[in-house]
């Protein structure tokens, strides 16, 4: 589509003097999104249609992480791999490493999986439908929706925490989370609009959505008076906007001790790669005792590594913290000096210092290694 077209469609959008605001929902929310879309880095300019890679990588980025966050990763990607092939063709290691700060790292071996997949038995094509989206690895019922309407204009609403925000307001939903998401996605559904303008612009309605709840309808001191569906919004006319969604009392895991073991050679640091399934799979970390509720010192210190040239570990003063999904993390750092010859242990290897930005080190490694070394 031509940028003249898209000028073309945007002026055959209703204008908001509708005698009903509840139908005209769909095409105010279209004409606003016209006016003030978001400029981002995975969002083509108004009138050319999405790339499917890019779609895709975003969303998979954007699970549990914020845009900003999110915009210097994807073009980092993007300037390695510009497209499915060519990440395809990619190692899981290298993916990991450019993965390395993004957190939930399953996310990164799902990508990986996920484009050896398209590549392997799609011919380098994604599907263009939400059932064949979901077959493929890492693409559950929201990602696939979000990339059939984003980049195939299938009419299906994606409903992310945005959109569960807006919607929940709209139209009050009293039943709290996660128990209300099939009402939401019920509701949301509505805004796709029957025109055939609206039924041709599933994406842009879907993302206009996301902007409104990302720039307007935000969790707390939302701008109602800039919104265009503030007509017959519930939650505006009751004054109880920031109460939606509502949500169940959040349950925090347990929290989890152990101990970490910084041991250098040099300008060298001795570091080891964890299991490729289970938390962190796959990622390059210093060795570590078990992360248990209730541990000691004493029992973590009992699982230092055995390296020959340690005869004391140094603990350092205080501790590393970390907080992943279900559980809080406290970690005692111990470190060791070793002469230049030991031999780092089975399973493990030294590497330089001076090198370590490009392992795939997760945060929480990244914290102790600062503690240890700094």
């Known amino acids: 589509m031509t940028l003249a077209n898209a000028a073309v469609r945007r002026k055959k959008t209703p204008s908001p003097d509708i005698a009903d605001p509840l139908a005209a929902r769909p095409a105010l929310l279209l004409a606003w999104y016209d006016r003030h879309r978001r400029v981002l880095p995975w969002r083509p300019p108004a009138g050319r249609r999405p790339d499917p890679y890019a ?7 954007l699970q549990q992480t914020g845009v900003k966050t999110v915009g210097p990763y994807f073009e980092k990607f993007l300037a390695r791999w510009p497209d ?24 990164a071996r799902n990508l990986h999986a996920c484009a050896v997949s398209v590549l ?84 842009d309605s879907a993302q206009a959505l996301m902007d409104l709840g990302a720039s307007i309808c935000t969790p707390k001191k939302p701008a ?16 109880d906007q920031e109460s939606f969604p509502r949500k169940a ?28 399934k289970g938390l962190l799979g796959g990622m390059t970390e210093v060795p570590v005792s078990e992360w248990r509720a209730g541990q000691d010192d004493k029992a973590a210190l009992g699982q230092a590594p055995q390296v020959g040239g340690v005869s004391r570990w140094h ?23 070793v002469p230049a010859r030991t031999r780092a242990p089975k399973g493990m290897r030294w590497v330089p210092i001076a090198t370590l930005e490009g392992e795939a080190l997760p945060n929480v490694m990244r914290k102790v290694i600062a503690h240890g070394i700094g």
């Open 249 to 276: 009392a959040k349950k925090s895991g347990e929290l989890r001790r152990g101990a970490a073991f910084v041991v250098t050679r040099g300008d060298e640091l001795l570091v080891r790669s964890r299991p490729e």
């Open 120 to 203: 392997r038995d799609h011919g380098g094509m994604f599907p263009g439908t939400e059932e064949g989206l979901r077959g493929l690895p890492g693409i559950g019922p929201y990602t696939a929706a979000a990339i059939a309407a984003i980049a195939f204009d299938r009419r299906t609403m994606p409903v992310d925490g945005n959109i569960e925000r807006v919607v929940s307001r709209l139209f009050a939903v009293e039943e709290t989370l996660p128990q209300a998401k099939p009402v939401i996605q019920r509701l949301a559904e509505t805004l796709l609009g029957d025109s055939r303008e609206e039924k041709s612009r599933a994406g």
């Open 84 to 107: 499915i092939a060519a990440l395809g063709r990619a190692s899981l290691d290298d993916v990991l490493r450019m993965w390395a700060g993004l957190g939930y790292y399953s996310r």
């Open 224 to 239: 109602c008076s800039l919104c265009p569906l503030n007509e017959g919004c519930s939650a505006r006319q009751r004054g």
């Open 315 to 337: 603990r350092k003063l205080g501790v590393v913290t970390h907080v992943f999904t279900h559980f809080p993390l406290e970690l005692v750092v111990y470190t060791a000096h």
């Open 55 to 61: 779609v895709w990588l975003s969303e998979i980025m």
